[in-house]
């Protein structure tokens, strides 16, 4: 999968994750520009033989504190760090099992060139990606979040991998 589709395969998640966000549907009805059209509907991802086909988030923590890791659709998860930035709660996804996984969650904000400790929690748009083999299961190997009401865009997201093997 080259960057362009995985690019706008996120952009046109992110706008059906941020519908649900805003509940402003007049952008649903929009014509897509040329680069947030969706991807193509011929594009999968087959679990190897033997593999469980729901896909899960992540796995194989190296950190025992982390949460929600390798399972499917978690609806919290902290990556176990020292920090808040790890941590989103209420995740809602809206779609699940397809290439990009998208959904809300509430997590930690902190301003361009604002310190951690001043992040406040709020809602963002959440994707689950790079779908492939993790702790022997089918797994979204990313996570990645943004935050459309201070103007960010699927471009911004903040991307961890959640795969440690």
């Not at 995740?91 to 930690?108: D, E, F, L, Q, R």
């Not at 459309?148 to 699927?154: D, L, N, R, V």
């Amino acid at each position: 999968m080259d960057t362009n589709t995985i690019r706008r395969a996120l952009v046109a998640a992110g706008l059906a994750a941020g519908v649900a966000l805003t509940g402003f549907a007049g952008v649903a009805n929009a014509a897509p520009a040329a680069d947030t059209a969706a991807a193509p509907a011929s594009l999968s991802v087959q679990a190897p033989t033997g593999v469980k086909s729901e896909p899960v988030l992540g796995g194989a923590p190296g950190n025992p504190a982390a949460q929600g890791l390798g399972a499917p659709r978690p609806t919290y998860v902290d990556l176990g760090g020292a920090s808040a930035t790890g941590v989103y709660q209420n995740i809602a996804w809206n779609s699940w099992g397809g290439p990009i996984a998208s959904g809300t969650a509430v997590a930690s904000y902190s301003a361009p060139g604002a310190p951690i400790a001043d992040a406040k929690q709020e809602q963002a748009v959440v994707f689950a990606s790079d779908l492939g083999v993790c702790d022997g299961k089918l797994a979204y190997r990313t996570l990645s979040a943004y935050f459309p009401q201070h103007g960010e865009k699927p471009a911004d997201a903040r991307a961890v991998s959640v795969c440690e093997e």
